[in-house]
């Protein structure tokens, strides 16, 4: 039972890694590269898990997409070591209405989708070992297979 627990459990790393690993892809094959300006930063608050108030800084980007229109775009990326004027790299890709925007040379968003996909891979690993030592308890798991 156990091995389950941690097999589900290395879900919870593995999803969102896979989806980081998705649209950094996409965004890199389809993505239009150019400059962004920090032209503010949004505050936003939230609950703790021990239910203090935090209050979170976001950077609002400003960059010109290729209709030469020019676009302010929240990202969502903490902690952001720029000031406001700042110039930045970003690729940029225009769906569904939306903007999705990666900063190049951004080592923090790359090295969190590894570490998930780390972790994941260790804990799912954990999880198989565990549930192959103690296999008398899936036993009934086999007896279902013809």
Same mark, same amino acid.
């Given at each position: 039972?156990?091995?389950?627990?941690?097999?589900?459990?290395?879900?919870?790393f593995?999803?969102?890694?896979?989806?980081?690993?998705?649209?950094?892809?996409?965004?890199?094959?389809? +993505?239009?590269?150019?400059?962004?300006?920090? @032209?503010?930063?949004?505050?936003?608050?939230? $609950?703790?898990?021990?239910? /203090?108030?935090?209050?979170?800084? /976001?950077?609002?980007l400003?960059?010109?997409?290729k209709?030469?229109?020019?676009? =302010?775009?929240?990202?969502?990326?903490?902690?952001?070591?720029? $000031?406001?004027? =700042?110039?930045?790299?970003?690729? /940029?890709?225009?769906?569904? +209405?939306? /903007? $999705? @925007?990666?900063?190049?040379?951004?080592?923090?968003?790359?090295?969190?989708?590894?570490?998930?996909? @780390?972790?994941?891979?260790? @804990?799912?690993?954990?999880?198989?070992?565990?549930?192959?030592?103690?296999?008398? =308890?899936?036993?009934?798991?086999?007896?279902?297979?013809?």
């Amino acid at each position: 039972m156990e091995g389950l627990i941690f097999i589900t459990g290395a879900l919870a790393f593995l999803i969102p890694a896979i989806i980081m690993f998705k649209r950094m892809r996409m965004i890199k094959l389809y +993505g239009i590269r150019t400059k962004a300006v920090v @032209v503010n930063f949004v505050p936003e608050q939230f $609950k703790t898990s021990r239910g /203090y108030k935090k209050t979170v800084y /976001y950077p609002i980007l400003r960059f010109t997409n290729k209709r030469g229109e020019e676009v =302010d775009e929240k990202i969502i990326i903490s902690p952001f070591d720029r $000031k406001v004027n =700042d110039a930045i790299d970003i690729m /940029y890709l225009h769906e569904n +209405g939306r /903007y $999705k @925007v990666l900063l190049t040379n951004n080592i923090q968003t790359k090295y969190m989708a590894i570490l998930l996909l @780390v972790v994941g891979l260790a @804990v799912l690993s954990a999880g198989v070992i565990i549930i192959y030592h103690n296999m008398d =308890d899936f036993q009934f798991i086999l007896d279902l297979i013809p």
